[in-house]
């Protein structure tokens, strides 16, 4: 049977997917391998949201030309945004490419590929930008044949794959349409799915010895599932909402063995404090909040059609930490937004300085094709400035995110063990664009985003580590017994936290005590079970 290279670029949702597709094709007899030399089929899932991401896929298409030629029978394909995106343009440009696949179309994709090893000829299911509304409101409806949530529901449970940490989707699409943003054309409307699908999902998921959930959506704060009551109105059976506050409310009382449920990512507007409330009474929800401000300067934030305020984002923060103690924050931001001047740029700086971000992201802005952004606004904003800015808010951040690292010393805290830290495998990807589907571990981004805060990776030749984090070697000591390594983990803050211990304790929840904090990274001592603090983890 063909063997498939499978590599992921850009967000969870796209990991997900990833993941989503290899259950899908691997039931079909398809095999997976780690080696792109040694595969029959190769697939980029693929991400429009930053420019880099999209020209890796280029280079990486170009190099399989040169391979197709000499082998024909070698299928290409690409799936996810970049093929929704560019639809017949990237076929054109690239016509060794035997396979698109827009993002909500991936059911449809094991079909595509025997179509074309029946036919050899190029396949594509693109749901096209004018008939996305119409197409995605349908999934809404619960169409039987919606075949996305099929791909959802094909995820496979078994509790030999040794998966601790799992994504969740509980909302597709999105309706803000930010003016830099490809997402909301590539990926659809907004739309929840089914409450009791998600908590059936989660329950096999924690069956199958999951201990960590991350639910996904670029906005999960907007989920809403609208149910039939027996109630009947003029126009139909009543209805009522879940809301998403409901939504954490049932996992968490219908999980009871799930230690860890998190989400991602939240919209600054329309943040409702019963969501808060029910992190603050949920002891296995982590309290970690990822709210994208993306600027500090009102008038950015118009321009960049995000709907809220500079103060009404503190607004939301100040919420936040009175209401669920403890809460960890981690931002977004984007510089050199056309027009930004220097007054912007100080009150995005003032504004991460207020906040304190745990960590956050920043991006310098890059028109993308199909956005309101690149139509109604010039990229005027120098290069050399938006890297200026782009360094000196990522010096700020490594700066705040290592005191507040620093007051962990000496705290013990849980942390649930990734494995081995750094790279193992010969596929690593060398940064956080690229992941191979099945390898993936990430540190939290805003779905579509992909660089931490401290990484000035570009050209830099720095190794990092599976998380994005700066590579740390190993540290041997004298005392440590010959068959442990270097480990990591991460704590219910997702501060990453690396430790010595037997490679046995991957995927164990267990204490550390912080000894060290350098710059982003934490090193820590297994600690005992009764030395465990709240507070720290
Ligand atoms: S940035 Fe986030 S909220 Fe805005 S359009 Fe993109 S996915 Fe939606």
Redesign the pocket.
Known sequence: MKKIYLETFGCQMNVLDSELVETQLRALGYSFTPALDDADVVLYNTCS?RQRSEQKVWSRLGILKIRKAEDPALVVGVIGCMAERDGAGLMKRMPHVDLMCGPSELDQLPALLENHLKTGKQQHALAGNNSRRTKTLDHAREDPDDGLEALDLARSFSPYEQRFQAYVRIVRG?????T?????YTRGAEVSRSPQVILEEARKLTDAGCLEITLLG??VNHYAYAHDTQASTSTGPAKQRTTFAELLGLLHEGLPHLPRLRFL?N?PADFGDDILQVMRDSPRICRYLHI?A?SGSDRILQMMN?GYTRDSYLELVGRARRIVPHIQLVGDFIVGFPTETDADYALSRSLAEQVRYKNAFIFKYSPRPGTVGIKRYVDDVPEEIKRFRNNDLLRLQNHISHELNRELLGQVVEVLCDGPSGWGGTNAPSDKDSLIAGSAHQSPV???ATLAAGLSRAGSGMRLDRHGQPYVAPQVTAQRPPDWVQLSGRTTFDQIVVFDGPPALTGRILPVRIREALGMTIFADLAEASDACRTGG
């Open positions: 949201v999105c309706n803000k349409f930010c830099y943003c490809v997402v909301p670029q906005t990512t919209f994208p993306q995000r805003e779905l579509g």
